[in-house]
Structure formats: C-alpha cells, structure tokens
C-alpha cells in the first residue's frame, strides 16, 4: 500500500499527540515529587501550573496546541482540531486558580475551567464520531473493527471523567483534599485521549493487508 507523504504527517502529527498527552501526568507528577522530596498528588494536572512543573505543563499543553492546530485531514476535522488546538492554548495560558484567589484569579480560573471541559469534550467527539468512520469503499478490517471499540471506550472514558469531575465539586472540601478526585478525573481523560490518538496514529493495532480502514488512510487528506 502507497502512503502519501500528505498521510505520513498526518500520522506523525497524530503520534505527536498521543505521545505528549500519554506523558504528561506522569511527568508531572513524578517531576513535582522529585522537585518536594516526596511523592504527593496535585490537586489537578492543571494545578502543576503553580508548582515548579510550570514550564513543563505550559510547552506540553502548547505543543499539544499546535499540533492539533497543523492536523490537517477533512474539513469538520481540521476546523475541530483547530478549536481544540485553540483552546489547549488557553488552558495553558489561562491557569486555574491558586488556593486564596484574588477576584481575577478567580475569573481567570473559570475560563480555564471553561476551556478545559470545552477541549474535552471535543477530543471525545473526534474518538466517538469521527475516529469511528469506516472507508466506504469495502469491509471495514478486523483491525479497524477493534480500533473503532478502543475509540468508543476512549471517548466515553472522557466523557465520563468530565461528568465525574464535575459531580466532585459537591463533596466536602476534607474529601476533596483526600481524594483529588479533580487529578484522577484529568488523569482518565488524558490518558484516553492520549491512547486514542495514538491509535489513530498507527502506533498499534495497525491495518494488515487487504480490507478498508479508516477513510483516506492510502490517499492525500480530502
């Protein structure tokens, strides 16, 4: 099968991705506990931004930013990986608030919150509709049948960890500090981004020879 040079940095862009977006909890958070001595959880990934994982977390979130901004493959893909690129940014630059906010860290954080659940939620609709779609030209592979249920597992694992996020700011403040509920949520998500992309980028469960997978895999980005 010929593979356009067009499809190759679709790919790699996809692997780019997944990579970073695999990585960063855990970088994250074994950095800050080499930084303290001691192993501790953050409150949220998006809580390394007031620790001295800062810089890490901003170029992760960035780099995820601008890869998803240079994806280029369909026209609904490329204008919702554009807006998800945009607003990766945002939830890099505009960080959630510190304990004791001031009224503007406060306003900050709400927009972060804001575009964080926005990104997630488009980063489940890309595993859940349109990872999903099948080459129309023949039978969809054995392979692409199992990538399709990885998506779908991706994309409500998402899902899912945004409706337990926020169902988590309900309980006591005790309970929250003991269970970081926020870190864990963010942590599922990311991880199931990061593993669908990967995915996506062909890193596992590759097509074999013969059948149809995913639409355009052969061809230039329509």
């Not at 067009?6 to 958070?29: C, E, Q, S």
């Not at 998803?68 to 608030?97: E, K, M, N």
């Not at 990104?119 to 054995?142: Q, S």
Request: charged share 15%; proline share 5%.
């Amino acid at each position: 099968m010929v593979v356009s040079q067009d499809m190759l940095t679709v790919r790699r862009l996809r692997l780019g991705v997944g990579v970073v977006g695999i990585a960063l909890p855990f970088v994250l958070t074994g950095g800050h506990a080499l930084v303290v001595g001691r192993p501790i959880l953050l409150d949220s990934v998006s809580g390394a931004y007031h620790t001295a994982m800062r810089d890490v977390f901003v170029g992760s979130m960035c780099a995820i930013g601008v890869f998803l901004i240079c994806y280029r493959y369909r026209r609904l893909d490329d204008l919702l990986s554009s807006v998800a690129g945009a607003l990766s940014i945002a939830v890099a630059l505009l960080p959630t608030a510190p304990g004791s906010p001031t009224d503007a860290q406060t306003l900050v954080g709400r927009l972060h919150q804001v575009c964080a659940a926005a990104l997630f939620l488009i980063l489940a609709g890309f595993c859940l509709l349109l990872f999903t779609r099948t080459d129309p030209t023949g039978a969809p592979t054995p392979e692409k049948l199992i990538r399709n249920r990885v998506y779908r597992v991706c994309g409500w694992l998402i899902v899912a960890a945004i409706v337990v996020a926020v169902a988590s700011t309900f309980l006591p403040d005790a309970v929250r500090d003991a269970v970081k509920p926020v870190f864990w949520c963010e942590t599922v998500a990311v991880l199931a981004f990061g593993a669908a992309w990967l995915v996506k980028g062909e890193a596992i469960i590759r097509d074999g020879a013969g059948g149809a997978g995913d639409p355009g895999r052969s061809a230039a980005p329509a």
